[in-house]
């Protein structure tokens, strides 16, 4: 029970931190799509506004759902958009550093969609979960067993299943990242659309 549940930490531990990876790397990208000429610029900004709502929308989309996969489909589909305006960018201006910089930025939040979408795939394996199940009912019962052949009652007994029950529910509720209890937060993705609402700060280039 404590390998499955160290597996389950550990994998919730990964999606948290592509959770903050991706949303940096969205930011980032915002910052320096501020600094392209127009038009690509304009047409830039409300793409990734768009494409952060959409990982925000993830956030509490079933892995493997049709739901995540429209999403995902949509992400890409910006994803692709975005490339095209940066090599427009690109072309107009072949050796001014915003345009390569952005580039860059923008190759990064694609990796860092993969990444998440990994994270989120990432489960415990099913035989280790039914080797939990298993474990805990054998050692249930061989309890059980014993405190009946000493008379002990049903106290004891009581207290072992309700502390191997929340052990399971817990390791469970981890390895199901958007369902139950204990879900990733989507706080750096709602922080980052909040922003994105804001004026931008670079002007863009004349």
């Known amino acids: 029970m404590a390998f499955g549940l ?5 994998r919730y531990e990964d999606r948290r931190t592509a959770v903050v990876a991706e949303a940096n790397a969205i930011g980032t990208t915002y910052l320096r799509a501020q600094l392209v000429a127009e038009p690509a610029r304009a047409r830039s900004l409300v793409l990734l506004r768009d494409y952060t709502g959409l990982a925000l929308r993830l956030s509490g989309e079933v892995p493997g ?6 999403t995902v489909a949509a992400e890409r589909a910006i994803q692709r958009q975005l490339w095209g305006l940066a090599g ?3 072309d107009a ?4 550093n915003a345009p390569r910089l952005y580039v860059e930025s923008l190759n990064e939040m694609i990796d860092q969609l993969t990444v998440r979408l990994f ?3 990432n489960r ?3 035989a ?4 939990e199940l298993l474990g805990a009912a054998a050692a249930l019962g061989l309890l059980g067993l014993y405190l009946s052949v000493l008379g002990r009652g049903w106290l004891p007994m009581l207290l072992a299943a309700a502390l191997v029950t929340m052990l ?9 990242p958007t369902r139950g209890l204990i879900n990733v937060p989507s706080t750096p993705y709602q922080s980052l659309l909040a922003s994105m609402k804001q004026p931008p700060a670079a002007h863009p280039r004349q």
Request: net charge neutral.
């Open 124 to 126: 415990v394996p099913t």
């Open 119 to 121: 994270a989120l795939g």
């Open 128 to 131: 280790v979960l039914a080797l």
């Open 88 to 90: 427009q960018a690109l």
């Open 6 to 10: 160290t597996l389950a930490v550990g």
């Open 93 to 96: 201006a072949p050796v001014a």
């Open 65 to 70: 759902s049709p739901a995540m996969l429209r």
């Open 168 to 176: 399971l529910l817990v390791t469970f509720d981890l390895d199901r």
